[in-house]
């Protein structure tokens, strides 16, 4: 159904709108309107959503099959997939927030599906908890368009800023600017001095408020999409089936704040500082998060950190399509009116192949979880041979992630990479700044880091000769020596060092040059599958992987599908500096951008064969013990202490804060509530005894009652008013 | 104009009704299952024709009203208009539901014609109401509904307590009905018509302004103790005590609405065009206050109750202040926000009547403290009423938030001092979750008494009515009147007891529930039992999606103000 609309609306060319249905109107003429809006980048969502969510469940058929409680999980799934399409078809930001808080109630139940292991169950607290927090924001910076944009009527400045009156209510998108077209025919004049006027006055002339709308908003983006400082909910909800974290903490939901920036990119188009901000936040955590990514021993925890690295990338290039949309504003005609041009594509060009190959990563994952039994890298190793499949497959999505050509990752990287470098110029040249830079150059760090930590992942897992996790819990309990050898990062020369680490506590996972605990092999496993099996799944999970693989190389070329080029609005398809379609009015030669991607590739080249030095032959390797990166080591491993940090934030402020209200609570409101309950209980004691039962009593106080009437309007009424003649004259 | 005689076919149907209820009665037919039948047909018959006057869209087959009526205006003293057509479907509803429900009462004795046959006359009455252009024709209507029932409420003749209320009933009810006669008199004298449209003038002469006034005031005392409107309510909690419950459901549901409409035609209109230049604010001020007074003293008077009627009339004394908050603003938003607060208020409290008296033919005492465990052994009845009693107290998600929620957003958006009225509303509805809460409190989370002994259900009849709080501590003086009484507070079905004594609280499994709903269905009645949940159903349904609630009440209402269809 949703590939159905997709389709249509591809073909269709222009936005699909509904907004008859009114759930709410008010007294005052607002409406609350429930409407359907097909956008180009919401059918760009409902491809990913139900291609991906379709081949999530087929897979979990086998997945799940060992697991209690499957009504449950395929009921959540399916309210998942509804609410998710629901928010990527809301027309206005009061719908979005319903299906925005339902998924994200759905990621907290199928988070802790498992509920009865205590790990799942505080991971899903943390991903609701840590995910309201930007809600919050994200409910107060509605609030503050809200009270600024919505309740102007049409004659007002809102709808001339918005080009047109508001169909589908106030909540609508286009009433708050964000399809917006310049009130001017005459595309060739600036808009943006003229409208910023008009913005400010939309504000009640303040200029910080719509900064700190858009900051709000991007809080509630970073909350649900992960990024920094909200990042810490996502590799815990890593305890959550493969299969949920492949579709909902991969490709779907985590994207929803990615989605949010760019529906509303328009927006931030009018927010220089808050645009800067996105890029800065997207930069820094694509490096941040890829850091950890290097040492988590979890394979699952090491996907996550890349999520998250990815997702800040899109961030990245939301933030710098709003730069460059604020910077030169440009324009093309739709249907003879113009509208801004807008480089949303981009991000949503990543969203979309990164959607495919991250699903592909999380399911191959799963896959070999399935097979040995552990989600401890360090149990794994030599798989390659016993799971061709799953291991090409694999590869197939770390080559995607890490940006090799011909693998869709490479061309959306590349474009997103060239776009915030356009925007670091255009900044650097406009303003001076060379702000953005510095996060660019973050980001292309960052490049080197994913492939880093992406197939130190895969030759853990497939390359060498056996699994680790079956060797004989033989030679030593005791700490692997340190080998002494040249390099910094030493080998552990024994294969057979079983080092098992619990793979659900990562916060007890020893750093790796003192692991020890040489122990029964396998010591935890959430599923049964036989170690000694370790063999390629059934087609059920395999066909997945293979569309799944097909589509992560695919997807590079959608750009090149006749008449889905306006799905990805700005984006111009460019390999290497050689501009294929839907180019600009540009050269379709680019020297900078080739050089760009040249060198994202090289750090990406390099990352490889980095990783196939330590890793290459599948053996864990081990700091030294007198090493200074171990320092380091322990940092990443324990993510920079940021669960630390929030810990003691929320014990020692949170919780004072909360005693503090709690004092209030208890003795002024409640107070206050007890003293209101007192006197009504008073009021209501003393005014039964006026109910006697008796019938003359009753007409006594129906006289009273007509005796005030009369008393106020044949005296206190004419007595105000001076007017009639008093007393009544005989004639009444 | 010529009304074409099918307009009249709601007001024809329920005359049809009545006279042929007593004429089976005449003929010896009393079973319930059809007497009753022949009324609840009747009532849905007319019930779809005005819908579908209303255009509500699959019933559009049935209107009878001709369009072109609704722009008419006046045709002597009758005027069709789409307020009183929607007002009409809700009065409609109130008699539907409680013909519908009392299918399910205990099998006829010689009373069944006589209860369906004056509750169709008094629905004739009420309908008759909502086609008013003429002050006497409106007073007129308004005493067929009443008269039809202060004998409705003693129609089970045997029970002294609900002969005394309907002594208490007719009694004060004669004293508004003169009050209303005089205060029609003086209207005539100030306008020398009484056509309702006149209000709408300024009548000739100081001195007929405050004629007008005058009469108006009257009229609002007469018309005031059909809504029990404070100090005009005392006759309400002994009469729906005493009453027969589902009679006390249509009193509640069904002749307090037919009030409210004849004070909007009667006030609103006066209030908003007359008297602009010197006294605008008089009749608001009148209004307003009664409004205030009536929901606060209504809601204190509640907090004390221990019997569930009375708390329920309470509450509905104060629901009354609610809607006339809305007369009091008398804007198209506070006329809307009225109308839908009685929808809300003809489901919330028919639905919860019948709850009571559904209870109290399992056995079950008429405190509210009886109640204890109701929600494990009566799951979805007891959801029902919980559901009605959260909208009652204006919950979000239920059709009485919203009702309240349009009430108080007209006061708050009128210029001038309306805004004091949204906050005292506001401070009510708070102090209402109160009582409301107590009683979810004793149904779910109060273990039911582990022997159902008859002393703790046992009230003294008459002590009860003349001692409003229902004293626990109250000596059994009365014990002889108490064993007279029919009353629902008497130990009266100790077979029904028995069964509810072996209703214990199990966890739920599933056959269980299954068991148990259908014992549920079986013990109340399925006609009962529909209606019930049924309102509840309707209250969350209306509630989430008011939308097209809200459209009918806000065209009626603009309509009522511009004239136009």
Redesign the interface.
């Given at each position: 159904m949703g590939l159905w609309i997709a389709v249509t609306e591809a073909s269709a060319s222009q936005l699909y709108h509904d907004a008859s249905f009114?759930?709410?109107?008010?007294?005052?003429g607002t409406n609350f309107v429930m409407g359907t809006l097909v956008s180009p980048l919401g059918a760009l969502m409902l491809v990913v959503v139900n291609v991906v969510g379709f081949l999530v469940v087929l897979y979990s058929n086998e997945y799940m099959a060992h697991e209690e409680g499957l009504p449950r999980y395929y009921a959540e799934l399916m309210l998942f997939l509804s609410a998710m399409n629901g928010l990527v078809l809301a027309d206005n930001y009061l719908e979005f927030i319903l299906m925005w808080e339902l998924v994200g109630l759905c990621s907290y139940l199928l988070i802790g599906f498992f509920w009865k292991k205590p790990s799942a169950a505080s991971a899903a607290k943390k991903a609701f908890i840590v995910t309201r927090v930007g809600d919050v924001l994200f409910f107060l910076g509605v609030f503050i368009l809200f009270s600024s944009l919505g309740d102007l009527s049409s004659a007002t400045p809102a709808t001339a800023y918005a080009g047109t009156t508001c169909p589908g209510g106030v909540l609508h998108w286009s009433c708050l600017g964000f399809t917006f077209t310049p009130p001017n025919t005459n595309s060739s004049v600036p808009f943006l001095p003229a409208n910023a006027a008009i913005e400010a006055s939309n504000f009640g002339g303040s200029s910080w408020l719509p900064t700190l709308a858009g900051l709000l908003i991007l809080g509630g983006a970073a909350g649900k999409s992960a990024q920094f400082p909200l990042h810490t909910w996502l590799p815990d909800a890593m305890e959550g089936p493969t299969t949920v974290s492949a579709l909902i903490h991969a490709a779907t939901m985590v994207a929803a704040g990615i989605y949010l920036l760019a529906i509303t990119d328009i927006y931030f188009g009018f927010t220089l500082t808050a645009a800067i901000v996105i890029v800065g936040i997207g930069g820094f955590t694509s490096l941040f998060a890829g850091t950890m990514g290097i040492v988590a021993p979890d394979i699952k925890r090491v996907i996550a950190y890349s999520t998250i690295s990815q997702l800040g990338y899109m961030a990245m290039a939301v933030g710098a399509a709003a730069v460059i949309s604020d910077l030169t504003p440009t324009y093309s005609l739709v249907n003879g009116t113009p509208v801004l041009n807008t480089f949303t594509g981009v991000a949503m060009f990543h969203l979309f192949s990164h959607a495919f190959f991250k699903a592909l990563l999380f399911l191959t994952a799963g896959a070999v979880i399935h097979a040995v039994g552990t989600q401890d890298l360090f149990q794994m190793g030599g798989l390659r041979k016993r799971m061709p499949i799953t291991s090409i497959t694999m590869l197939v999505g770390a080559l995607a992630l890490s940006g090799i050509p011909p693998f869709s990752g490479f061309f959306s990287k590349d474009d997103l990479l060239s776009l915030t470098w356009q925007a670091a110029t255009l900044e650097s040249t406009q303003n001076g700044s060379p702000l953005l830079y510095v996060f660019f150059a973050l980001a292309l760090m960052a490049v080197f880091i994913t492939a880093l930590y992406i197939f130190r992942l895969w030759f853990l897992a497939f390359s060498g000769d056996r699994s680790r996790g079956e060797a004989p819990a033989a030679s030593h309990g005791a700490p692997a020596p340190a080998a002494p050898t040249s390099a910094p990062f030493a080998s552990s020369t024994s294969s057979s060092s079983s080092s098992s680490h619990a793979h659900d506590a990562p916060a007890a996972a020893l750093p790796l040059a003192s692991s020890t605990s040489s122990s029964a092999p396998s010591a935890s496993g959430a599923h049964d599958g036989g170690h000694a099996g370790g063999h390629d799944p059934s087609w059920i999970m395999t066909v997945p992987l293979v569309v799944l693989a097909t589509l992560a190389v695919a997807a590079g070329f959608l750009p090149l599908i006749p008449g889905v080029g306006h799905l990805l609005p700005g984006l111009s398809w460019t390999v290497l500096g050689k501009c294929v379609t839907n180019c600009g009015a540009g050269s379709s030669f680019d020297l900078t951008d080739a050089l760009l991607g040249s060198a994202s590739l090289a750090f990406a080249g390099l990352g490889i064969l980095t990783a196939y030095a330590f890793w290459g032959n599948g053996k864990v390797y081990r700091l030294p013990k007198d090493s200074p990166l171990l320092g380091v080591h322990s940092v990443l491993l324990h993510k920079y202490y940021f669960d630390e940090l929030y810990d003691g934030l929320a014990t020692h402020v949170i919780l004072g804060l909360a005693r503090g209200a709690d004092w209030v609570d208890r003795y002024i409101i409640d107070g206050t509530i007890r003293g209101?309950?007192e006197l009504?209980?008073q009021?209501?004691?003393s005014?039964?005894r006026?109910?006697?039962?008796?019938?003359s009593?009753?007409?006594a106080?129906?006289v009273?009652?007509?005796l005030a009437?009369?008393v106020?309007?044949?005296y206190v009424?004419?007595w105000l008013?001076g007017?009639?003649?008093l007393p009544?004259?005989p004639?009444? | 104009m010529i009304v074409p005689i099918s307009a009249y076919l709601p007001e024809a149907l329920a005359l049809a009704g009545a006279l042929l209820t007593f004429l089976m009665d005449a003929a010896g037919v009393r079973q319930r299952s059809v007497v009753g039948g022949f009324s609840v047909l009747f009532y849905s018959l007319a019930l779809l024709s005005v819908l579908g006057d209303l255009s509500v869209v699959p019933f559009t087959l049935f209107a009878t009203v001709p369009s072109s009526l609704l722009s008419a205006g006046a045709v002597g003293p009758i005027q069709f208009t789409p307020l009183g057509l929607l007002w009409q479907a809700i009065l409609l509803s109130a008699a539907l539901l409680v013909a519908f429900a009392s299918l399910s009462e205990a099998e006829g004795d010689r009373e069944v014609p006589i209860f369906y046959g004056l509750l169709a006359l008094a629905t004739l009455g009420m309908l008759l109401v909502t086609l008013s252009a003429d002050l006497i024709f409106l007073l007129l209507s308004v005493e067929i509904t009443g008269i039809s029932t202060y004998v409705l409420v003693a129609y089970a003749r045997k029970d002294p307590r609900a002969l005394e209320a309907s002594?208490?009933f007719y009694?004060?009810g004669a004293?508004?009905t003169a009050?209303s006669f005089f205060g029609a008199s003086l209207i005539y004298g100030a306008y020398g018509s009484t056509a309702l449209a006149r209000l709408a003038d300024i009548p000739p002469g100081?001195?007929g302004?405050?004629?007008a006034?005058?009469g108006?005031?009257?009229l609002?005392?007469g018309l005031?103790?059909k809504v029990t409107a404070?100090?005009?309510h005392?006759?309400a909690?002994?009469v729906y005590d005493g009453a027969p419950d589902h009679v006390s459901a249509f009193l509640a549901a069904g002749s307090k609405k037919m009030g409210i409409f004849a004070m909007i035609v009667v006030f609103v209109a006066a209030e908003d065009v007359v008297y602009t230049a010197?006294?605008a604010w008089?009749l608001y001020?009148?209004l307003g206050g009664l409004a205030l007074v009536t929901m606060t003293?209504g809601?204190?008077?509640?907090?004390?109750q221990r019997t569930m009627k009375r708390m329920l009339a309470y509450s509905s004394i104060s629901q009354a202040g609610y809607l006339l908050i809305g007369l009091a603003v008398a804007s198209p938003?506070g006329l809307?926000?009225a109308t839908i607060q009685a929808v809300a208020h003809v489901l919330m409290k028919g639905g919860a009547f019948l709850f009571v008296a559904a209870m109290a033919t399992l056995g079950i005492g008429s405190r509210i403290e009886d109640y204890r465990g109701l929600g494990h052994s009566h799951p979805v009845t007891t959801a029902s009423f919980a559901v009605l009693l959260l909208s009652l107290a204006g919950i979000p998600l239920t059709l009485g938030f919203v009702g309240k929620f349009?009430l108080f957003?007209?006061a708050v958006?009128k210029p001038g001092l309306f805004v004091v009225l949204a906050i005292a509303g506001l401070?009510n509805s708070?102090?209402s979750v109160?009582y409301y809460a107590r009683v979810l409190r004793i149904m779910y989370m109060v273990e039911p008494p582990a022997e159902a002994t008859s002393e703790r259900r046992w009230t003294p009849a008459v002590a009860h009515?003349?001692?409003?709080?229902n004293d626990p501590s109250a000596p059994p003086s009365s014990a002889p009147s108490a064993a007279v009484a029919v009353g629902e507070s008497t130990p009266r079905a100790p077979a029904k007891e028995a069964a509810r004594s072996l209703d214990p609280i199990t966890p739920l499994s599933r056959s269980n529930l299954g068991m148990r709903l259908r014992d549920e269905v079986r013990t109340i009645g399925i006609a009962r039992w529909t209606a019930i949940v049924l309102c509840a159903a309707l209250t969350i349904i209306l509630g989430i999606?008011?939308?097209p609630l809200?459209?009918l009440a806000?065209h009626a209402a603009n309509s009522f103000f511009s004239g136009l269809p």
């Open positions: 009114v759930w709410l109107g008010l007294p005052d209101i309950e009504f209980s009021a209501s004691k005014g039964r006026l109910q006697t039962g008796i019938v009593s009753y007409a106080w129906v009273v009652g007509l009437f009369l106020f309007f044949l009424v004419p008013v007017g009639f003649h009544p004259t004639g009444l | 002594m208490k009694l004060i004293l508004s009050i100081g001195n302004t405050q004629m006034l005058v108006l005031g009257l609002m005392v005031g103790f404070v100090p005009f005392m006759w909690v002994d010197s006294s008089a001020v009148a003293v809601n204190i008077l509640a907090l004390q938003a809307a926000g349009y957003a007209s958006e401070l708070a102090a109160f009515l003349a001692d409003p709080g999606y008011p939308t809200i459209d806000n």
